[in-house]
Each structure stands twice: as C-alpha cells, then as structure tokens.
C-alpha cells in the first residue's frame, strides 16, 4: 500500500500554534523577571500588534493572573468611568454650591477637622488588621499606662523610652496616658531640640515647677563650699528653708501697679539640689524628654544621670528621712525618641541608672489603615451643643456624611493615597495634606475631591528642579537627548565631543533616507559646532550639565567630563511638549 502524506495548512497551523501557547517565529518573548524599560512613545498600531502577539504567545499562569488582578481592577479606565459616574450620581442631589443658612456649619466643620488633625481619633486595630495581628500601640498604651499610674497612686520611681518611627503617635499616647491618671500630676515637658545644654534644661525645668506650684523646696545642705558631685554637677549653697529661691514677690507686675510673681531662674550650680528636691513635691512629676537621643549629646549627661538617679531612688511609701510623717510623692521620666540604638548612646553610670523598659510603637502598616484614619479625621461630627437640636445642623450632618463616603470610595482619591503612602507613611505628612484639602473648602465649592486632594499633594512634593525643560531651543534639546543615547550605552559621564559626534550621526542617518511632506523634509535639521557649544554651555550655566571632574591645565572645555543632572523621564516629557517627530524618532531609539 503506498503512503499518502498530508499537508496542513499554513493558516492552520498557526492557529494550532497560537491555541496551544507555542510562539509564533517573529515573536520574541524575554524570560520572566527580565526587567523592561517602558516604552517612550506609544504607536497606536504597532504597540497592539505587539502586545496581541505576546499575549498569544505566553502561555498565562495562574499565580501570574491573581497577582495582577488588583492592579487592573485599579488602573482600569472603564471601572474608572463606571465609579465616577456612580459617585456623580450619589452626589447629584447635593447641591454645589451650599447655601447660606449652611455657611456656619461648614466653617465649624472646617474647624473641627483641624482639631482632629492636632489630635486624631484612635482607629481600632482589629478592626483594621484583624484578631491575629498583634495591636502594637494599643499594647504601647497599656504598658506606658500601667507604668504611670503606679507612679501617681503609689509613688513609684521609674524610667522608660518611647521608640517608634516618626508620625506613630508616640507623643500623642504620652498626652493621652497623662490625661487618663486619676489625680492631677506636675508634668515637665523638654525638648532636645530646644534645650541644647544642661543649663537651659535646668532654667525650663525650675519656670514650669513654677509655675505650676507656685514655690520651690531644695534640701537642705550644711556646706558653705560648693561641692562636685559624682555627675560632675556643682552643688550651690542652699537659701533659707522658708525662702523660696525661684519665686520673687517684691518684683513689679508687667503693668507697674503693685508687687508681682517672678521666677529667678537659678545656675547650673543647683541642677542636682533641684532635681533632688522633685520627689518632695506635694503632687508626684513627670518628665517629659522629647528628643531623648540629643539630650545623651550633652556633656557629662549630667541631666540625665540626675534624673534618673532621682526616680530610681524614688521608693513606693513613707519617705525615708520625713521627720513629719509626709510621704515621698513619685517621679517618672518618660523619653521619647525615634532612634533604635538610644540606649547604646547612654554612658555606662546612665545605663544603669535607667530602668530598661522600652516601649515601641508602629505607624499604619496597611493602606487601610491610612484610609480610616482619613475617613474617620474628615468626617468627624460637628462639636456644637447648641445645633443638637437644629434642623440645619441635622442637615448639615446627613450631607456631610454623605460626601465623606463619596469621597473615600472614589478611585482617583484611592490611588494618591496610595502613591503617597508608598513613598511614606509619616502621619505628619498625611496631616499637612489634609489640612490644605480642608483650607480649600468654600462655600462656592464646599466638597472635598481628587482634584482638590491632587493640589494639596502636589505642594508637599519637591519641585522639580527644571520644570522648563521645554523651553530650550532645538540645539540644546538635541543634546539632552545625545546625553540620554549615552547614558544608555553605559556611559554616565560624557563629553562635549562625544555628544556632537552623536548628532552627526544621527544627522546623517535622518538624511540618508530623504521623506518629504507636501515638498518639505522631516529630517534632522543640521547644526553647525559653534552652535551645539553655545547651548551647551547654556546648559552648563543652567546646572543641567556639571562637572563630573576638574579638567586638566591644558584641557579644554569640549574634552572636559560632565554629567547630567536629568533623567530620561524628564527628557521625554520636554520631547513630548515640543513635538517634533524627527526628535521623538531618535529619542525612541534610546531603549
């Protein structure tokens, strides 16, 4: 029996191919993780054969298609489309512009939002992160809480440092433990930005135990010689027990009509009489140190060791010398910081002095974490108790309600958000955004929107430092585009030769090959040298262009190294406002 052969289609074939994820012969596919430079300038036509060929081609993977699901859904324009116009609908029966009779309502909003933002509301972590995660901050606050109160009910001396990243709340769940206590404690309150030295520090602590008691008590101390002690701090011959050497009553008031209370702030001398004499108050102390990390910069850490030593000699009880049966009221020093390695920077006597406790707290480790905290700040009700029971108020607070949903859900204010909390999560930055949002707000446009969170974003961002790029006349955009084509062959640091010898050759490609358009060329328009060096020297004088080396004695200006202060995304940006076709074909080339 002879054999019969079969011939397949060609078409056939292909369509087999395609089906079965084999790739086609003009198809080339890079492996998976090659990174890809995006491309300059999209093509209407050929990009969609492209990307049709390489879908058809890949064989797609199910790990692959979850992973990019959430990106599509977001950057989607018809989903886009469909929520905005959602949104339009859901905001369609509000009005525009508001009315008269809600233009106090808004300002009072406008100001409850901006006390919101000085103090936020606490998010729930549970419910954001659920049962299994570990809620830091809540714990943060039951430690710092549980610490403070054994030292204003019982007396207690002790010691801890706050650590956590900028923008965490350390210092809020300081004001929120202290505000909590059941008595009314004297609260010191230092900055190591602001107290530089041991002398300041001490100043500030004597005027805020002043103010707050009205009177001063040092121990009483024999020696008419000032002494040294083990800190290094000189220790003043004490006033009279029944004079107070911080409060002046004889001086004259501010306006000349009587006698006066005035603090005489003391000398370094009685850092340690002052600070020794705390647990003898009438009501128990609490040190604040904000910025404790620049405080252990100081000489000695004389102010520390005071401290310190202080609340650790602090005993819970009857004091131990009180002749009249009084009770040693309690000390606490509570140092704020944001640096890790703090405690490596105490000196060994500090160290030892200093409890060991350590308390950490975490900013919003998920985006919606930062998504409550702004629905909850922005949509704080109105603190009016005469608008309880007004028709206006009520109607304000279903309105505004209304548009704090709208705003949350929309895409637009979904994706800045996002972008800005991949680049940080600083709840400082979040509050100086929303402030402008809420500054924004007028009753001719009393709503808050993407566009109007766009604005406030964009001025917290850095300028760009040559936003007119565009500008510059066809010879310089030339050699930032020559700079690019080097950049992309490796080299970073380039001449005035090398990029002149760039332009020539694509001068000569661009007219080897003449297409004309209604009898005029579209090719590279020629230039001569002494044009190309005047706008590269512009470029140098405009810091485009800087030096990446000192050029020789007798070397000259087009063989000197220079580097570009700009990157191709710039480039490309003044590319594309300029418009030429011929200078978008060679830019293209650059991948």
């Given at each position: 029996?002879?054999?019969?052969?079969?011939?397949?289609p060609?078409?056939?074939?292909?369509?087999v191919?395609?089906?079965?994820?084999?790739?086609?012969p003009?198809?080339h596919?890079?492996?998976?993780?090659?990174?890809?430079?995006?491309?300059?300038?999209?093509v209407?036509?050929?990009?969609?054969?492209?990307?049709?060929?390489?879908r058809?081609?890949?064989?797609?993977?199910?790990?692959?298609s979850?992973?990019?699901?959430p990106?599509?859904?977001?950057?989607?324009?018809k989903?886009?489309?469909?929520?905005?116009?959602?949104?339009?609908?859901?905001l369609?029966?509000l009005?525009?512009?508001?009315?008269?009779?809600?233009?106090?309502?808004?300002?009072?909003?406008?100001?409850?939002?901006?006390?919101?933002?000085?103090?936020?509301?606490?998010?729930?972590?549970?419910?954001?992160?659920?049962?299994?995660?570990?809620?830091?901050?809540?714990?943060?606050?039951e430690?710092?809480?549980?610490l403070?109160?054994?030292?204003?009910?019982?007396?207690?001396?002790?010691?801890?440092?706050?650590?956590?990243?900028?923008?965490?709340g350390?210092?809020?769940?300081?004001?929120r433990?202290?505000?909590?206590?059941?008595?009314?404690?004297?609260?010191?309150?230092?900055?190591?930005?602001?107290?530089?030295?041991?002398?300041?520090?001490?100043?500030?602590?004597?005027?805020?135990?002043?103010?707050?008691?009205g009177?001063?008590?040092?121990?009483?101390?024999?020696?008419?010689?000032?002494?040294?002690?083990?800190?290094?701090?000189?220790?003043?011959?004490?006033?009279?027990?029944?004079?107070?050497?911080?409060v002046?009553?004889?001086?004259p008031?501010?306006?000349?009509?009587?006698?006066g209370?005035?603090?005489?702030?003391?000398?370094?001398?009685?850092?340690l009489?002052?600070?020794?004499?705390?647990?003898?108050?009438?009501?128990?102390?609490?040190?604040?140190?904000?910025?404790?990390?620049?405080?252990?910069?100081?000489?000695?850490?004389?102010?520390?060791?005071?401290?310190?030593?202080?609340?650790?000699?602090?005993?819970?009880g009857?004091?131990?010398?009180?002749?009249?049966?009084?009770?040693?009221?309690?000390?606490?020093?509570?140092?704020?910081?944001?640096?890790?390695?703090?405690?490596?920077?105490l000196?060994k006597?500090?160290?030892?002095?200093?409890?060991?406790?350590?308390?950490r707290?975490?900013?919003?480790?998920?985006?919606?974490?930062w998504?409550?905290?702004?629905?909850?700040?922005?949509?704080?009700?109105?603190?009016?108790e005469?608008?309880?029971?007004?028709?206006?108020?009520?109607?304000?607070?279903?309105?505004?309600?209304?548009?704090?949903?709208?705003f949350?859900?929309?895409?637009?204010?979904?994706?800045?958000?996002?972008?800005?909390?991949?680049?940080a999560?600083?709840?400082?930055?979040?509050?100086?955004?929303?402030?402008?949002?809420?500054?924004?707000?007028?009753?001719?446009?009393?709503?808050?929107?993407?566009?109007?969170?766009?604005?406030?974003i964009?001025?917290?961002?850095?300028?760009?430092?040559?936003?007119?790029?565009?500008?510059?006349?066809y010879?310089a955009?030339?050699?930032?585009?020559?700079?690019?084509?080097?950049?992309?062959?490796?080299?970073?640091?380039?001449t005035?030769?090398m990029?002149?010898?760039?332009?020539?050759?694509q001068?000569?490609t661009?007219?080897?090959?003449?297409?004309?358009?209604?009898?005029?060329?579209?090719?590279?328009?020629r230039?001569?040298?002494?044009?190309?060096?005047?706008?590269?020297?512009?470029?140098?004088?405009?810091?485009?262009?800087?030096?990446?080396?000192?050029?020789?004695?007798?070397?000259?200006?087009?063989?000197?190294?220079?580097?570009?202060a700009?990157?191709?995304?710039?480039?490309?940006?003044?590319?594309?406002?300029?418009?030429?076709?011929?200078?978008?074909k060679?830019?293209?080339?650059?991948?």
């Amino acid at each position: 029996m002879h054999s019969v052969e079969i011939t397949t289609p060609r078409r056939l074939l292909n369509t087999v191919r395609r089906d079965l994820g084999s790739p086609g012969p003009k198809a080339h596919i890079p492996p998976l993780g090659t990174p890809r430079l995006p491309s300059a300038f999209p093509v209407a036509g050929s990009q969609k054969r492209v990307v049709s060929a390489s879908r058809a081609a890949r064989t797609p993977s199910p790990e692959a298609s979850e992973a990019e699901e959430p990106l599509h859904e977001t950057i989607s324009p018809k989903k886009r489309t469909q929520t905005q116009s959602r949104q339009k609908d859901g905001l369609k029966d509000l009005p525009a512009v508001l009315p008269h009779r809600l233009h106090s309502l808004l300002a009072r909003q406008k100001r409850a939002v901006l006390q919101a933002l000085q103090s936020p509301p606490e998010i729930d972590e549970i419910d954001v992160y659920g049962e299994d995660y570990p809620p830091t901050n809540t714990l943060a606050y039951e430690q710092l809480s549980d610490l403070l109160t054994g030292t204003v009910t019982r007396g207690e001396g002790n010691s801890c440092l706050l650590i956590g990243p900028s923008g965490s709340g350390k210092t809020q769940m300081v004001e929120r433990a202290i505000a909590a206590l059941p008595d009314n404690p004297i609260v010191v309150r230092l900055s190591g930005h602001a107290q530089h030295n041991d002398r300041l520090a001490i100043r500030e602590i004597a005027w805020q135990l002043a103010q707050q008691t009205g009177q001063s008590f040092l121990p009483a101390n024999d020696g008419e010689d000032d002494e040294d002690d083990a800190s290094g701090a000189v220790i003043a011959p004490d006033p009279p027990a029944d004079e107070n050497p911080f409060v002046d009553d004889g001086a004259p008031t501010a306006t000349g009509s009587g006698p006066g209370l005035t603090v005489t702030l003391p000398p370094p001398a009685h850092l340690l009489a002052l600070i020794s004499m705390i647990p003898t108050l009438p009501r128990p102390t609490i040190i604040v140190l904000d910025g404790f990390d620049l405080f252990a910069t100081h000489a000695r850490q004389a102010l520390l060791y005071c401290l310190l030593d202080t609340a650790q000699a602090c005993r819970a009880g009857p004091a131990a010398g009180g002749g009249q049966g009084a009770s040693a009221s309690g000390m606490a020093v509570v140092g704020v910081t944001a640096r890790v390695d703090t405690i490596n920077l105490l000196e060994k006597r500090v160290k030892s002095r200093f409890s060991g406790r350590m308390i950490r707290t975490a900013g919003a480790a998920r985006f919606a974490h930062w998504v409550a905290l702004v629905k909850a700040i922005v949509g704080v009700p109105v603190d009016d108790e005469e608008a309880d029971g007004d028709g206006e108020a009520k109607e304000w607070k279903r309105m505004w309600e209304r548009v704090v949903e709208q705003f949350v859900a929309d895409e637009d204010v979904l994706e800045r958000l996002s972008e800005t909390y991949a680049l940080a999560r600083d709840y400082q930055l979040l509050r100086r955004i929303l402030t402008s949002l809420v500054m924004e707000l007028t009753p001719a446009s009393p709503h808050p929107t993407a566009a109007k969170l766009e604005k406030a974003i964009a001025q917290q961002r850095c300028p760009s430092r040559f936003p007119a790029l565009h500008t510059l006349p066809y010879p310089a955009v030339c050699l930032l585009i020559a700079s690019v084509h080097a950049q992309t062959s490796g080299h970073d640091v380039f001449t005035f030769e090398m990029l002149h010898e760039t332009f020539k050759n694509q001068v000569r490609t661009s007219q080897s090959a003449p297409v004309q358009v209604e009898g005029g060329g579209i090719g590279m328009v020629r230039c001569s040298r002494d044009v190309l060096f005047a706008a590269f020297e512009r470029l140098v004088d405009l810091r485009v262009f800087s030096l990446a080396a000192a050029p020789g004695t007798g070397t000259g200006r087009e063989f000197a190294l220079y580097r570009s202060a700009v990157d191709r995304f710039a480039v490309k940006k003044a590319v594309e406002a300029v418009g030429q076709l011929s200078l978008k074909k060679w830019f293209t080339k650059a991948q």
